[in-house]
């Protein structure tokens, strides 16, 4: 595709930290423009966030039971509804036609109507919600540390196991291998997967409790913030620090073009590897109203705008060259048809990848193992070996016993049966291989060659 993504560009001593939405409102087009907005509700916050994998559509939960569908496209309200109790989280399933919130008891699945179709008893009081889009897995975290894996397609329970590092709400998926990463207050972070109750990996990334963490787009690259006010990023490759930041970041995310993005109180800070050199630097800031308190910070797909939920609502901000410019419509499409939701959501289904696959390194999966043919040893090896065999059992010195237990004809005894145990596995290479030359030249005896090919035969010499 020929369309490139641009970031800011500044002339002289500009910074471009210091451009404010209000600059990039004025020189932007009216449907970006339309991007930027403040919803304020401060009854029912604070709020949580998610989007689609396309980006089109928006799930916002208020932690007093607000629960919104919205059409990013188009700005309008799809559904909301009330619940009357605490909701702590949403994700999308497959597609904006189910979402599942995190209640105060209990997970619930719900359709684009505001319908309850499930109430997930099985995975208890809920904290954080994920799930994974090629496996078909809706993956919780709950109160008491417990990981929960269930299919959404046929509802049963893949994995189900206490994590046993504490209560935590620090989970995120990585996009790459579907494994699941955990914070904990000890300053480390765990990643699972659902067919094995240890850790894959366990490492030790702060001194103190692990606030937020978040994937790059490629799986090679995480970005983890702790109590201490450092951000770190590390490399998934080697298990290495590539960058320690100063700050403290209450949510994390990485965008569709590597961008991270991060929030504390009131303030969002977005860095940039300008240089592509995976060396992070500030890029853009933005300020909210004084008070806000920052929940969650999300890039949405396929655009150049970051959603925060706040305290006071949510918002929406210009964060240029954040989005992928070219979308795949096999992949993801922003502007897709219900024909052709349908269609994809069939194929997906057909695409569906068993809970077995998700592995640290699934690049594996479908190589060849090099099986190494044992090599066969000649009868002058065969013979080395068994006399060196021989030789050792010779070498063994006897202990000496009590009295009547001591006879010359019991430790001689005793010797020949030793050489005759080193002698044994020989002996019975020699049988096998007597057997495997036997039959070979039974079925060359047996197997007559038809009259037009006796010819070519090799003919036994008469003596």
Same mark, same amino acid.
């Given at each position: %595709?020929?369309?490139?993504?641009?970031?800011?560009?500044?002339?002289?001593?500009? &910074?471009?930290?210091? *451009? &404010?939405?209000?600059? +990039?409102?004025?020189?932007?087009?009216?449907?970006?423009?339309?991007?930027?907005?403040?919803?304020?509700?401060?009854?029912?916050?604070?709020?949580?966030?998610?989007?689609?994998?396309?980006?089109?559509?928006?799930?916002?939960?208020?932690?007093?039971?607000?629960?919104?569908?919205?059409?990013?496209?188009?700005?309008?309200?799809?559904?909301?509804?009330?619940?009357?109790?605490?909701?702590?989280?949403?994700?999308?399933?497959?597609?904006? @036609?189910?979402?599942?919130?995190?209640? /105060?008891?209990?997970?619930? +699945?719900?359709?684009?109507?505001?319908?309850?179709?499930? #109430?997930?008893?099985?995975?208890?009081?809920?904290?954080?919600?994920?799930?994974?889009?090629?496996?078909?897995?809706?993956?919780?975290?709950?109160?008491?540390?417990?990981?929960?894996?269930?299919?959404?397609?046929?509802?049963? %329970?893949?994995?189900?196991?206490?994590?046993?590092?504490?209560?935590?709400?620090? %989970?995120?998926?990585?996009?790459?291998?579907?494994?699941?990463?955990?914070?904990?207050?000890?300053?480390?972070?765990?990643?699972?997967?659902?067919?094995?109750?240890?850790?894959?990996?366990?490492?030790? #990334?702060?001194?103190?409790?692990?606030?937020?963490?978040?994937?790059?787009?490629?799986?090679?690259?995480?970005?983890?913030?702790?109590?201490?006010?450092?951000? &770190?990023?590390?490399?998934?490759?080697?298990?290495?620090? @590539?960058?320690?930041?100063?700050?403290?970041?209450?949510?994390?995310?990485?965008?569709?073009?590597?961008?991270?993005?991060?929030?504390?109180?009131?303030?969002?800070?977005?860095?940039?590897?300008?240089?592509?050199?995976?060396?992070?630097?500030?890029?853009?800031?933005?300020? =909210?109203?004084?008070?806000?308190?920052?929940?969650?910070?999300?890039?949405?797909?396929?655009?150049?705008?970051?959603?925060?939920?706040?305290? =006071?609502?949510?918002?929406?901000?210009? +964060?240029?060259?954040?989005?992928?410019?070219?979308?795949?419509?096999?992949? $993801?499409?922003?502007?897709?048809?219900?024909?052709?939701?349908?269609?994809?959501?069939?194929?997906?289904?057909?695409?569906?990848?068993?809970?077995?696959? *998700?592995? @640290?390194?699934?690049?594996?999966?479908?190589?060849?193992?090099?099986? /190494? !043919? !044992?090599?066969?040893?000649?009868?002058?090896?065969?013979?080395?070996?068994?006399?060196?065999?021989?030789?050792?059992?010779?070498? +063994?010195?006897?202990?000496?016993?009590?009295?009547?237990?001591?006879?010359?004809?019991?430790?001689?005894?005793?010797?020949?049966?030793?050489?005759?145990?080193?002698?044994?596995?020989?002996?019975?290479?020699?049988?096998?291989?007597?057997? @495997?030359?036997? !039959?070979?030249?039974?079925?060359?005896?047996?197997?007559?060659?038809?009259?037009?090919?006796?010819?070519? $035969?090799? /003919?036994?010499?008469?003596?």
């Amino acid at each position: %595709m020929p369309s490139e993504g641009g970031y800011l560009e500044t002339e002289g001593l500009e &910074k471009t930290w210091r *451009i &404010k939405q209000e600059t +990039i409102s004025h020189e932007v087009d009216i449907l970006s423009r339309r991007n930027q907005h403040d919803i304020i509700l401060p009854a029912l916050g604070p709020y949580s966030i998610d989007y689609t994998s396309n980006g089109r559509y928006m799930a916002i939960a208020g932690r007093k039971g607000h629960l919104a569908l919205v059409d990013m496209k188009d700005l309008n309200l799809i559904k909301e509804f009330q619940v009357k109790e605490t909701v702590r989280d949403v994700v999308f399933l497959h597609n904006e @036609l189910f979402f599942a919130a995190a209640q /105060k008891k209990y997970p619930y +699945i719900y359709n684009r109507e505001g319908t309850e179709l499930h #109430c997930l008893k099985e995975h208890g009081s809920v904290l954080r919600l994920q799930f994974l889009k090629n496996h078909f897995l809706l993956v919780s975290i709950n109160k008491f540390g417990q990981l929960h894996y269930q299919d959404v397609t046929t509802g049963s %329970m893949v994995g189900s196991f206490r994590t046993g590092l504490g209560r935590t709400d620090v %989970m995120q998926v990585n996009p790459f291998n579907g494994v699941i990463a955990t914070g904990h207050s000890g300053g480390s972070v765990a990643m699972w997967k659902p067919t094995s109750s240890a850790p894959l990996v366990k490492m030790l #990334c702060h001194p103190g409790p692990v606030s937020a963490l978040a994937f790059h787009p490629n799986g090679h690259l995480m970005a983890t913030s702790g109590a201490e006010r450092k951000i &770190k990023l590390w490399d998934l490759r080697k298990f290495e620090v @590539l960058q320690t930041l100063p700050g403290h970041a209450k949510t994390l995310d990485f965008s569709q073009k590597g961008l991270l993005a991060y929030g504390t109180g009131s303030f969002v800070q977005v860095l940039g590897d300008l240089s592509g050199a995976q060396s992070y630097t500030r890029y853009m800031a933005h300020s =909210m109203a004084k008070g806000y308190q920052i929940g969650k910070v999300l890039f949405r797909p396929y655009e150049d705008v970051l959603g925060i939920g706040h305290s =006071m609502g949510w918002s929406s901000i210009l +964060i240029p060259g954040s989005g992928e410019p070219n979308f795949d419509t096999w992949v $993801a499409n922003p502007f897709e048809t219900s024909k052709q939701r349908r269609e994809k959501e069939v194929r997906s289904l057909l695409d569906k990848l068993p809970p077995e696959t *998700i592995s @640290l390194n699934p690049s594996k999966i479908g190589t060849l193992v090099a099986v /190494k !043919k !044992k090599e066969k040893k000649t009868k002058k090896e065969r013979d080395a070996e068994e006399e060196a065999a021989v030789d050792a059992a010779k070498g +063994i010195t006897m202990k000496k016993k009590t009295k009547g237990r001591n006879k010359p004809t019991k430790r001689e005894k005793k010797k020949h049966e030793i050489i005759e145990k080193a002698k044994r596995p020989f002996l019975h290479e020699q049988i096998k291989e007597e057997e @495997l030359s036997r !039959k070979r030249s039974r079925l060359s005896e047996e197997v007559e060659l038809p009259k037009s090919l006796q010819r070519f $035969a090799h /003919k036994k010499t008469v003596t």
